[in-house]
């Protein structure tokens, strides 16, 4: 499952959350710019 984080507060959003709120923003701070968490196992990739 995707989630997203606020930029200003650091607030942890999933996209069930985003879904209840018209538009797209925070629903602590009302920030609209939300970042996509990075997954913590890293993909490897063959170099040529």
Known sequence: ???YI???C???ITPSELRLLPGVKC???SNRIL???R???AKP???R
């Open 45 to 47: 990739v063959k170099a």
């Open 10 to 12: 650091k607030n942890e």
């Open 1 to 3: 499952m995707t989630k």
């Open 39 to 41: 997954s913590l196992i």
């Open 6 to 8: 606020c930029q200003r």
């Open 27 to 29: 629903p602590k701070c």
């Open 35 to 37: 970042m996509k968490q």
